[in-house]
């Protein structure tokens, strides 16, 4: 993904309907004290719907983007900045964040392998005296939240003078794996012990930490700049044997390491999502017949992305294409690439989650359809027709909060007014259910109805989603989706006469545990 909006703006110049997911309520019996005012749950247990969509936005670090709000905050100040973001998410009913931990060869935890970044303390290699990554995990986790790392591959500097970097940079120490091109620094792809080196450095937190999923955002190779070419003819002359031209090999190059990254993904935390937002345009129809009908840069040719062909490889858990245009008429239209995405998409087992451009809603210097606060929300609403479309993640989240003449309360009153369960990944859905919860009381109080569970087993849920039907024959509705402590409750202020409770626990992967169910006496 493109850093910063202005950059986006520059490169783009030239919700999804819920998917409803069966819950069938098995016979259950729900445990609690003596004197519990409650009874077990009957056969008479409807088959409720419960909705799975990615709700997401990016939280960016380079340059200061979102998070830190500057270089040199304390550690206090920090957190207390991440913090904000994810109470802003919980409060929007979003239900993930991207997170941007790896912006330049460098790292947002204690790394084995790159510095300390600086935008942490504003000097690369500098202790910020805490581990930020786990510190941002066990906070999204506390509060429902799945976290997601983000990575940028071969991106080293947004400056160009190696001897700025820290003395022990991995550049500093192999100067022939990088290349000078747009004013910056980057990793060149075309070389085998750069593409093993940034695995090990990007696996070193995927390892060791909690992450929900492993992201890579549209930079492998960079974005063609008029008039400059990216320096990697020594690389082609000793490794594109073989190849019909430079194009084809560094395509190889970005397809080897993507398809790797997925192997040891896959391997070290099964999971764990693992997932790519590329340039929305994979080639335009005037270059190949299976394009889309836009006139756009293209990430196949211009990135040597070949993203179409990482979904149908079934390289990707999901991908999160930059669908950065309005609905309309224009290079790229939205209700145009939309549907090509689901498209690709169809059969695979890759999910589809739409990259939304929220920088571009209302901002000043927009004109035409972005000036329309409602402009996100007809996305949301058009996408209903594509089932495939399974859910949206928000460039950035500080366009987001910025909530421009109202375009994200608009957003979120249209499309995110009831909560919804994270997306399950079709390679996972077979697996083992979790434990269901044990209910311990549903009972009425001055602000209420409370009720309250813990964890059936070990180890503790990831989540809790909590359902309410309101009589026979209602369907009934998720009502909450709480985080997966040992013991939780939650209080209701809808209940009426014949109201009745059912709690699921999810695991890491998101899949559902049996329910529990209770009616009120």
């Known amino acids: 993904m493109n850093s910063k909006p202005i950059s986006r703006r520059a490169v783009l110049g030239g919700l999804a309907g819920a998917a409803l997911i069966p819950l069938a309520h098995a016979r259950g019996r729900a445990s609690g004290p003596a004197g519990t005012r409650g009874k077990a749950a009957t056969a008479r247990n409807p088959v409720l719907t419960a909705p799975r969509q ?21 550690a206090e100040q920090q957190k207390a900045e991440f913090t904000s973001w994810l109470d802003f998410a919980a409060a929007r009913r979003l239900n993930a964040v991207f997170v941007q ?42 509060r429902g939240l799945a976290f997601h790392a983000w990575f940028n591959p071969y991106r080293v500097s947004l400056q160009a003078d190696p001897a700025r970097l820290v003395a022990d940079h991995p550049l500093r120490r192999h ?37 929900d999923g492993v992201h890579f955002d549209d930079y492998f190779y960079p974005y063609p ?16 044997k073989g190849f019909p031209d430079r194009a084809a090999w560094r395509r190889h190059n970005v397809d080897r390491f993507v398809q790797e990254m997925a192997e040891r993904v896959r391997e070290a935390k099964p999971e764990a999502m693992w997932g790519i937002s590329p340039f929305g345009v994979w080639r335009n129809r005037a270059s190949d017949p299976g394009g889309s009908a836009t006139t756009a840069l293209q990430s196949y040719d211009d990135q040597y992305a070949d993203t179409r062909g ?43 989650w739409i990259g939304q451009a929220a920088y571009r809603a209302c901002a000043p210097g927009e004109t035409g359809a972005w000036q329309d606060p409602a402009e996100l929300s007809r996305h949301l609403t058009f996408d209903r027709d594509h089932p495939l479309i399974g859910g949206d993640v928000y460039y950035s989240a500080g366009d987001l909060r910025a909530d421009r003449r109202g375009s994200t309360s608009r957003l979120c009153e249209d499309h995110y007014a009831e909560p919804a369960l994270p997306p399950l990944l079709p390679r996972l859905a077979d697996g083992p259910s979790p434990a269901p919860p044990v209910l311990r009381a549903v009972r009425s109080t001055d602000t209420g109805t409370e009720i309250t569970f813990h964890a059936g087993g070990h180890p503790a849920p990831r989540l809790y989603a909590v359902y309410r039907t309101d009589g026979p024959g209602d369907p009934g509705r998720l009502i909450a ?28 992967a998101n ?11």
């Open 511 to 521: 899949r559902q545990s049996e329910p529990v169910s209770w009616e009120p006496e």
């Open 225 to 240: 700049v008029d008039g400059q070419e990216f320096g990697d003819a020594a690389a082609y002359a000793r490794h594109g």
């Open 101 to 142: 931990v790896r912006p330049t060869a460098d790292a947002f935890w204690p790394s084995r392998h790159e510095p300390w970044s600086q935008y942490l303390t504003g000097v690369q290699g500098r202790d910020p005296g805490y581990d930020p990554l786990r510190f941002m995990i066990e906070a999204a986790h506390a």
């Open 175 to 211: 100067p022939a794996w990088g290349v000078r091109y747009a004013g910056g620094l980057y990793y060149n792809p075309g070389l085998p012990e750069v593409r093993a080196f940034v695995q090990e450095a990007i696996m070193d937190a995927v390892v060791r930490y909690d992450v």
């Open 481 to 508: 989706v709480l985080p997966g402590t040992r013991h939780a409750r939650h209080t209701d202020t809808g209940a009426g006469p014949g109201t009745r409770y059912h709690v699921t626990a999810l695991d890491r």
């Open 310 to 352: 990482w979904v149908q490889k079934g390289w990707l858990d999901y991908v999160t294409p930059q669908l950065y245009w309005h609905i309309g008429p224009g290079a790229a239209d939205y209700a145009v690439l939309a549907p090509w995405w689901a498209r690709v998409v169809d059969g695979t087992g890759t999910q589809l």
């Open 54 to 74: 990615m709700r997401g936005m990016w939280i960016g670090s380079v340059d200061n983007d979102n998070w830190p709000s500057r270089p040199g905050l304390t």
